[in-house]
C-alpha cells in the first residue's frame, strides 16, 4: 500500500504494483509446472492450485496452456508464495552442489586417467583415507592398452563410483 501524501492515509497499490504481482504469480507458476509430480507434493500446494498445475502439464494447445497459466497465476495470488519460492531456491542450490560434486569428481577421473600415479599420490594427499591399491587397480583397468573396451568402460565407471563415495565420506 502506498502513503497518500495529502492525507497521511494509505491507499491501494497501483495497478503497476498489480500488475507487476500478477506477472510474478504466473512466472512462480509456470515454474512450477516444469516440476516433476514428486517435486509438487513435497510442496503441498493447496489442491486446486495442485489440479490446475498438472492439468497444465497435460495440455498440448498453445492457447490453452496460456490460459491455463493465467489461471494458475490467478491462483497464486491468493496464497502466501514466500514458502514456495524458498523450496524452489533450496531445491536449485541442492541441484547446483550436486552438480558441483559430480564435475569434482568427473574432473578427478580424468586427472587420474591422465596422469596417473602423480594425481593419484595428489589425490592421496587430499584425502588420506584413499585406498591407493583398489583405486590403482581400477586406473589400470580404465587406462590399460591391453584391456577391451567395454571392461575399460566398466573400470572408469567404477572409478567414478568410488570416488563419488570417497568424497562424500571426507569431511
Do not use: N, Y
Amino acid at each position: 500500500m502506498q502513503e497518500d501524501e495529502d492525507t497521511g492515509e494509505f491507499s491501494r497499490p497501483s495497478k503497476s504494483a498489480r500488475k507487476r504481482e500478477a506477472d510474478a504469480a504466473q512466472a512462480l507458476g509456470t515454474r512450477l509446472t516444469a516440476l516433476k509430480e514428486s517435486d509438487l507434493e513435497a510442496l503441498q500446494l493447496p489442491e486446486q492450485l495442485h489440479e490446475a498445475i498438472m492439468l497444465a502439464k497435460r495440455i498440448t494447445s498453445r492457447g490453452g496452456l496460456a490460459r491455463q497459466r493465467q489461471f494458475i497465476g490467478k491462483l497464486m495470488r491468493d496464497i502466501d508464495t514466500a514458502p514456495i519460492e524458498a523450496a524452489l531456491g533450496q531445491k536449485s542450490r541442492d541441484s547446483a552442489l550436486d552438480a558441483e560434486r559430480h564435475k569434482r569428481v568427473e574432473t578427478w577421473r580424468g586427472r587420474l586417467l591422465a596422469e596417473g600415479p602423480a594425481a593419484l599420490d595428489e589425490l592421496q594427499s587430499w584425502c588420506p583415507q584413499a585406498d591407493r591399491k583398489s583405486l590403482q587397480a581400477l586406473i589400470s583397468k580404465a587406462s590399460g592398452a591391453r584391456v577391451d573396451p567395454g571392461t575399460r568402460e566398466a573400470a572408469s565407471r567404477e572409478l567414478f563410483r568410488a570416488l563419488r563415495s570417497l568424497f562424500e565420506a571426507s569431511p
